[in-house]
């Protein structure tokens, strides 16, 4: 029996990281460019401490505003270009042409669209560097699944031995690829490690559920009831910062419809959820 073949799509970090033309910008703005205007305080203080003893304090501020202006400058060029490349890796696939003055690219297969997206990823590696080119990094390894499967698995080995927000994302990713392959033991370790991270970065809800998953294949039914259980049972106590009861998503909604399927009896020991609680999916 063929096994559905599971495409790998870039993973939107847990908060899936805010979208619209905002895609990338929310993350990248607040956490790239907070870390650089904490780098800039840092290198700040100690240009005072060498440069007290050979200049003024005027030619340490002129100094300063230099570098600080050429690092929010290249800042945000490293970011206008990864947005960029983002943008074509999530462009339309479509064998007709669209209509005219339809923004946007259109591909003809995914194929192409993910050789013209790694040519703009590498591109960011190329030209400029920090967060954005190892972000760009994850972005190639992801795009090359439609270009070059074992390629892409080697590079996203490599990456997800880190234990930065790339290394977390290509955990995910690898996971998804070993599921697809039926290296079901290898997709279930990732996911466990990704689990028992108190910031994997991804929803911890999407990765139970893959685990959950993962295991029902194997058919350890018990292991995966347990996840599903305590995945829903969390969702239907949250409350909000008023107190009141977070409506269920929809991997909470669909958890607690495969827990009904495989355990029954599991699935009735779940809390009644308050009737604003229940998802508006």
């Known amino acids: 029996m063929a096994r559905k073949k599971r495409r790998l799509e870039p993973v939107a970090v847990a908060e899936a990281e805010t979208k619209p033309k905002t895609r990338y910008k929310d993350e990248f703005q607040s956490t790239v460019g907070g870390k650089v205007e904490e780098l800039g305080k840092r290198l700040e203080g100690q240009g005072r401490n060498i440069l007290y003893g050979i200049a003024a304090v005027a030619v340490l501020a002129i100094l300063f505003w230099i570098f600080y202006a050429w690092s929010s400058r290249s800042n945000a060029a ?76 080697s590079e996203l080995e490599a990456l997800s031995k880190g234990s930065d927000e790339v290394g977390k994302l290509s955990k995910f990713a690898l996971a998804q690829a070993y599921e697809s392959e039926n290296k079901l033991d290898q997709a279930a370790a990732l996911y466990s490690e990704l689990a028992a991270m108190p910031d994997p970065i991804i929803a911890k809800e999407s990765i139970n559920a893959a685990l959950a998953e993962i295991y029902e294949k194997q058919d350890k039914k018990q292991q995966a009831a347990d996840i599903l259980f305590n995945l829903v049972k969390a969702a239907l106590e949250a409350k909000d910062l008023d107190g009141k009861p977070v409506p269920l998503s929809l991997t909470a909604t669909s958890a607690r419809e495969k827990l009904e399927q495989i355990d029954p009896a599991k699935a009735k020991e779940l809390p009644q959820p308050a009737p604003d609680a229940e998802s508006p999916f």
């Open 78 to 153: 490293a970011q206008a270009a990864l947005g960029k490349a983002i943008e074509t890796s999530q462009s339309r696939v479509s064998e007709t042409s669209p209509p005219a003055g339809t923004p946007g690219k259109t591909f003809k297969t995914e194929k192409e669209r993910a050789e013209a997206a790694i040519k703009e990823f590498q591109s960011v590696i190329d030209n400029h560097g920090g967060e954005a080119a190892e972000k760009a990094k994850y972005f190639i390894a992801v795009n090359k699944m439609f270009i070059d499967r074992a390629a892409a698995i």
